[in-house]
């Protein structure tokens, strides 16, 4: 029988075609990806939009590490109890951040700040407009990303954005009640309890639904608060997001860059402009 070099192929044949391992390996271990963009720039407490001054909040106003510890310890807990694998990634809030989760293969985005601020690597804000968002997410083909959770005031539009952009799954809060805007403290009870519900491989409706319960029992007046809406509205939303594979929860977080600087003082009244000048 004739041989042929197995670097080459018999005349008239064609090669195999097959991914590198690393390729078909990584779609298997960031199958249950969560990514959280965490947005708080020195130089946000004032947003100018086509001339209209909208205020946003001073540094320090949203407790992001606690938002990030509550989702933690969800994941974490929920993982072991249903030996599912569960990966946190957290990190600044960049557009290359974003479209970097995107196109790694994310399974969930979460992004927690101000009004879908982003921020600059410099101290700044920059908001991504709707339709930028759409374009920018869109370009990638929303990636392995199957849900997105905004949880920042009057995401709404930008909730839709996403879902205009290719994602199946999207958590934003309402425009319709208290003008879009949502306590600190109800969101971080929302998502606590919503991630513990989908590691546990509950539907997204179920866990949503867990979340919302949640986020009103924190609430003294159900009026002064908004309320989140899972898009798009006419998708029954009863799938689990995350893929049954066997493991735990772990993290890959990269450390805070070494630094001499104090803490930053507990109270810092009046001097954001100026601390964002020395940055």
């Given at each position: 029988a ?24 990584s ?8 990514v ?15 001339d ?25 807990e ?10 946190l ?7 290359d ?21 982003f ?42 954005a ?42 997204l ?33 009863d ?19 070494p ?21």
């Amino acid at each position: 029988a004739p041989t042929f070099s197995s670097s080459s192929p018999p005349s008239g044949g064609h090669a195999p075609s097959r991914l590198p391992p690393q390729r078909q390996l990584s779609r298997v271990v960031l199958a249950n990806r969560v990514v959280v963009l965490q947005s708080e720039p020195l130089n946000n407490s004032t947003l100018y939009l086509r001339d209209k001054e909208v205020p946003l909040g001073a540094p320090g106003e949203l407790d992001l590490e606690g938002e990030a510890n509550k989702l933690r310890q969800a994941l974490r807990e929920a993982a072991a109890c249903a030996n599912v694998d569960v990966e946190l990634q957290v990190r600044i809030a960049t557009v290359d951040a974003l479209t970097s989760a995107i196109t790694l293969g994310a399974r969930v985005i979460h992004f927690a700040g101000h009004s879908m601020m982003f921020e600059d690597g410099h101290g700044s804000a920059k908001q991504l407009e709707p339709e930028t968002l759409r374009l920018l997410v869109s370009a990638g083909g929303a990636g392995a990303c199957r849900l997105v959770v905004v949880n920042s005031c009057q995401s709404e539009k930008h909730g839709r954005a996403f879902v205009d952009a290719g994602v199946e799954h999207v958590v934003a809060v309402a425009q319709d009640q208290n003008s879009g805007r949502i306590s600190d403290r109800s969101g971080i009870e929302f998502c606590r309890a919503f991630y513990r519900s989908l590691a546990n491989m509950d539907s997204l409706r179920t866990a949503f639904d867990i979340g919302c319960a949640a986020a009103q029992n924190t609430r003294k007046n159900m009026a002064s608060d908004g309320r989140f809406i899972l898009l798009p509205e006419d998708k029954p939303h009863d799938e689990p997001i995350f893929s049954p594979i066997p493991g735990s929860f772990r993290e890959t977080t990269r450390p805070p860059p070494p630094s001499n600087a104090p803490p930053p003082p507990t109270f810092y009244v009046g001097r954001d402009s100026e601390l964002w000048v020395c940055v």
